[in-house]
C-alpha cells in the first residue's frame, strides 16, 4: 500500500489530506494534523512540512440560507451583510468564499471536503432556519463558527445578531408617539427565533402603555393573502407593523383599494430595505448597521481562531434605528 493510502486509513482521513499535511499547503485543522503526523510517526515514516502552513490566506467560508433569496437574488439584507465580512477581511488580507446553503449539506459534496481538508480557517452561517443542515454540520466542525440572526440554545455556537427586542419596542414607542392606539401586527413563522423577539418587543412596548394588538397574524412575507389588506380595514387599525417585505405587498394592496396612506392607515417596516411604492412613498421602516453584522461576525472568526486560550462562545447585538419614511403619520379624525 503506498505511503499516502496508509497514513491515511489509519488516520481516518482522506489521501489528499494526508499530501496537504506533508507538503505544508492549504489549510488543515490542528487536530487532523495532530491524527495524520501520529500516524506517519506509527508506521515509521520521518516526514517534515515542506513549508510553513500558516502562510497561507487565512480564509472564511460564508453561507446564506434560501430564506435570505428572494426572486432568485440575495436579499438586500444579506448581500449588505456580505459586504461587511468582505470589507473587513480584504484588510486583513484573508479570502471569503461563498456558499448558498440548504436543509440537506450532504449534497454539497465540494463544501464538505473543503471543510474537512482543512481549506477553511471560520464560518459565517447568515439567516439559518429552525432545521438547517449546514449549521447541525457546522456545529461538530473543529473551526470557529459565527451565526448571524439566530441565538443558540445550548452555547454551541458564537452569534452576531440585530436587537430585534429592543426592535419591536421601538416600533410600537413610534406608533403610539403618532397617537395610535389600534395597532396591528403581521409577524413571520412562529417558530423562528427573530420573530419571537419582534413579538416580545412589541408586546412590552404596548403593555407599558396599557395596550395590545388590535389585530395580529402571522404570515408568510412572499406570499400575502390577497385579502390582508381588506381584513386590516375592517377591523378599524389605524397602523400596521410587519417586515419591510410585506409591507411593501401592503401599500400595493391598500393603494388598489383606494385607502390612503398614511391617511387612513399607517404602514411600519423594518430592516430598512429602501422600498417606495408605486406611488412615491418611501416606506417608514426600522433599520441598523447592516454591514456591522458582518464586520462583528468575521472579528468573532478571527479571534477565536487566533486565540491561544479557549474563549468560549461570543455574542453581539447590532442597535436599531428609526429610518424616517413617508408611511406613518397621526391617525386620521374619525
Given at each position: 500500500?503506498?505511503?499516502?493510502a496508509e497514513?491515511?486509513?489509519?488516520?481516518?482521513?482522506s489521501?489528499?489530506?494526508?499530501?496537504?499535511?506533508?507538503?505544508?499547503?492549504?489549510?488543515?485543522?490542528?487536530q487532523t494534523?495532530?491524527?495524520?503526523r501520529?500516524?506517519?510517526?506509527?508506521?515509521g515514516?520521518?516526514?517534515?512540512?515542506k513549508?510553513?502552513?500558516s502562510r497561507?490566506?487565512?480564509?472564511?467560508?460564508?453561507?446564506?440560507c434560501?430564506?435570505?433569496v428572494?426572486?432568485?437574488?440575495?436579499?438586500?439584507?444579506?448581500?449588505?451583510?456580505?459586504?461587511?465580512?468582505?470589507?473587513?477581511?480584504?484588510?486583513?488580507?484573508g479570502?471569503?468564499?461563498?456558499?448558498?446553503?440548504?436543509a440537506?449539506?450532504?449534497?454539497?459534496?465540494?463544501?464538505?471536503?473543503?471543510?474537512?481538508?482543512g481549506?477553511?480557517?471560520?464560518?459565517?452561517?447568515?439567516?439559518?432556519?429552525?432545521?438547517?443542515?449546514?449549521l447541525?454540520?457546522?456545529?461538530?466542525?473543529?473551526?470557529?463558527?459565527?451565526?448571524?440572526?439566530?441565538?443558540?440554545?445550548?452555547?454551541?455556537?458564537?452569534?452576531?445578531?440585530?436587537?430585534y427586542?429592543?426592535l419591536?419596542?421601538l416600533?410600537?414607542?413610534h406608533?403610539?408617539?403618532?397617537?395610535?392606539?389600534?395597532?396591528?401586527?403581521?409577524l413571520?413563522?412562529?417558530?423562528?427565533w427573530?420573530?419571537?423577539s419582534v413579538?416580545?418587543?412589541?408586546?412590552?412596548?404596548?403593555?407599558?402603555?396599557?395596550?395590545s394588538?388590535?389585530f395580529?397574524?402571522?404570515?408568510?412575507?412572499?406570499?400575502?393573502?390577497?385579502?390582508?389588506a381588506?381584513?386590516l380595514?375592517?377591523?378599524?387599525?389605524?397602523a400596521?407593523?410587519?417586515?419591510?417585505y410585506?409591507?411593501a405587498v401592503?401599500?400595493?394592496r391598500?393603494h388598489?383599494?383606494g385607502?390612503?396612506v398614511?391617511?387612513?392607515?399607517?404602514v411600519l417596516?423594518?430592516?430598512?430595505?429602501?422600498?417606495?411604492?408605486?406611488?412615491?412613498?418611501k416606506?417608514?421602516?426600522?433599520g441598523?448597521?447592516?454591514q456591522?453584522?458582518?464586520?462583528?461576525a468575521i472579528d468573532?472568526?478571527q479571534?477565536?481562531?487566533?486565540?491561544?486560550?479557549?474563549l468560549?462562545?461570543?455574542?453581539a447585538?447590532?442597535?436599531?434605528r428609526?429610518?424616517?419614511g413617508?408611511?406613518v403619520a397621526?391617525?386620521a379624525?374619525p
Open positions: 500500500m503506498a505511503f499516502t497514513v491515511a486509513q489509519i488516520a481516518s482521513v489521501p489528499s489530506t494526508v499530501s496537504l499535511v506533508v507538503n505544508g499547503k492549504g489549510r488543515v485543522s490542528p494534523r495532530q491524527r495524520v501520529e500516524a506517519i510517526r506509527r508506521l515514516y520521518d516526514v517534515k512540512p513549508q510553513a502552513e497561507s490566506p487565512f480564509e472564511v467560508a460564508v453561507i446564506y434560501p430564506d435570505t428572494h426572486d432568485g437574488e440575495v436579499s438586500k439584507l444579506t448581500g449588505q451583510v456580505i459586504e461587511g465580512v468582505r470589507g473587513r477581511l480584504v484588510k486583513a488580507g479570502h471569503m468564499s461563498l456558499y448558498q446553503g440548504q440537506d449539506v450532504t449534497v454539497d459534496i465540494l463544501f464538505r471536503q473543503r471543510v474537512e481538508a481549506d477553511v480557517n471560520g464560518a459565517i452561517l447568515i439567516g439559518p432556519g429552525p432545521r438547517d443542515g449546514y447541525d454540520y457546522l456545529v461538530g466542525c473543529p473551526m470557529p463558527l459565527v451565526v448571524i440572526n439566530r441565538q443558540p440554545r445550548y452555547n454551541e455556537f458564537s452569534s452576531v445578531s440585530v436587537d427586542h429592543g419591536g419596542k416600533a410600537m414607542g406608533l403610539l408617539s403618532q397617537g395610535h392606539e389600534r395597532i396591528a401586527l403581521l413571520g413563522p412562529r417558530r423562528e427573530l420573530w419571537r413579538v416580545a418587543g412589541s408586546m412590552k412596548g404596548l403593555k407599558d402603555r396599557g395596550l394588538p388590535a395580529m397574524q402571522h404570515v408568510d412575507a412572499r406570499n400575502v393573502p390577497t385579502d390582508m381588506q381584513r380595514v375592517d377591523s378599524g387599525v389605524t400596521v407593523f410587519t417586515g419591510d410585506t409591507a401592503l401599500l400595493e391598500f388598489e383599494m385607502v390612503s398614511p391617511g387612513r392607515m399607517s417596516g423594518f430592516d430598512d430595505l429602501g422600498f417606495i411604492s408605486s406611488t412615491g412613498l416606506l417608514t421602516s426600522i441598523y448597521d447592516k456591522r453584522l458582518g464586520r462583528l468573532f472568526v479571534r477565536l481562531a487566533q486565540s491561544k486560550r479557549k468560549g462562545h461570543l455574542s447585538s447590532v442597535c436599531v428609526m429610518a424616517e413617508q408611511t397621526p391617525p379624525e
